[in-house]
């Protein structure tokens, strides 16, 4: 499979994911120090301080977005964190492009982020996002809104999933799976029959 690398990685749930579906996490950026991996702060980390890899995976800070918080958006001075992870990957997309990366020349970005992000900033947040990763040499774009409630978890947890894929187009292959994967199926939401 792949190596990737994970940025804002937190509690590494995100990594654990990519790891169990067989690809390698090469390195992390994390400003928690507690959970910190070898790069603690994403605006002074480059792509010459990092290994070669296909692709990234990152969740940039939602404070800003969430419709808990304050709602300052992606000109929140957490959420605004977004510009840094894209400077990044485009100085790593650039690298695996020239180098024939995954596929002969393809890099792909992976985003996971509250569904705050489709609404913040009357909805204009979400297409300036899609706009820089287009301008940061992406030939592609999608989004797909998931719930885990039909993915096992026993929560309803929404968030909105980004791809950027540089030098190829694949995101609708990337998004090919819907709600209610088989063995999943969505909980019951209709009332019981008798008495509790």
Same mark, same amino acid.
């Given at each position: 499979?792949?190596?990737?690398?994970?940025?804002?990685?937190?509690?590494?749930?995100?990594?654990?994911?990519?790891? #169990?579906?067989?690809?390698?996490?090469?390195?992390?950026?994390?400003?928690? #120090?507690?959970? /910190?991996?070898?790069?603690?702060?994403?605006?002074?980390?480059?792509?010459?301080?990092?290994?070669?890899?296909?692709?990234?995976? @990152?969740?940039?800070?939602?404070?800003?977005?969430?419709?808990?918080?304050?709602?300052?958006?992606?000109?929140?001075?957490?959420?605004?964190?977004? @510009? !840094?992870?894209?400077?990044?990957?485009?100085?790593?997309?650039?690298?695996?492009?020239?180098?024939?990366?995954?596929?002969?020349?393809?890099?792909?970005?992976?985003? !996971?982020?509250?569904?705050?992000?489709?609404?913040?900033?009357?909805? @204009?947040?979400?297409?300036?996002?899609?706009?820089?990763?287009?301008?940061?040499?992406?030939?592609?774009?999608?989004?797909?809104?998931?719930?885990?409630? @039909?993915?096992?978890?026993?929560?309803?947890?929404?968030?909105?999933?980004?791809? /950027?894929?540089?030098?190829?187009?694949?995101?609708?292959?990337?998004?090919?799976?819907?709600?209610?994967?088989?063995?999943?199926?969505?909980?019951?939401?209709?009332?019981?029959?008798?008495?509790?």
């Amino acid at each position: 499979m792949g190596k990737f690398i994970s940025l804002f990685a937190g509690v590494g749930g995100f990594d654990l994911g990519m790891e #169990k579906a067989g690809h390698e996490c090469v390195a992390q950026v994390e400003w928690e #120090k507690n959970a /910190a991996g070898v790069f603690c702060d994403v605006s002074k980390v480059s792509a010459d301080d990092l290994p070669d890899c296909d692709f990234i995976t @990152y969740g940039f800070p939602c404070q800003d977005l969430s419709v808990a918080g304050k709602r300052e958006g992606l000109d929140g001075k957490r959420s605004g964190l977004f @510009y !840094e992870a894209t400077r990044i990957i485009k100085q790593l997309a650039e690298r695996a492009i020239r180098r024939g990366g995954v596929g002969g020349g393809r890099f792909i970005a992976l985003c !996971e982020n509250v569904r705050g992000l489709q609404s913040s900033g009357d909805g @204009y947040d979400f297409a300036r996002c899609i706009r820089e990763l287009h301008n940061i040499g992406a030939s592609e774009v999608g989004w797909s809104n998931l719930d885990s409630q @039909y993915f096992g978890v026993a929560q309803r947890r929404k968030r909105v999933f980004i791809i /950027a894929d540089f030098g190829g187009e694949s995101t609708s292959e990337i998004l090919a799976f819907s709600e209610g994967v088989s063995g999943h199926p969505p909980p019951s939401r209709e009332a019981g029959k008798g008495t509790a």
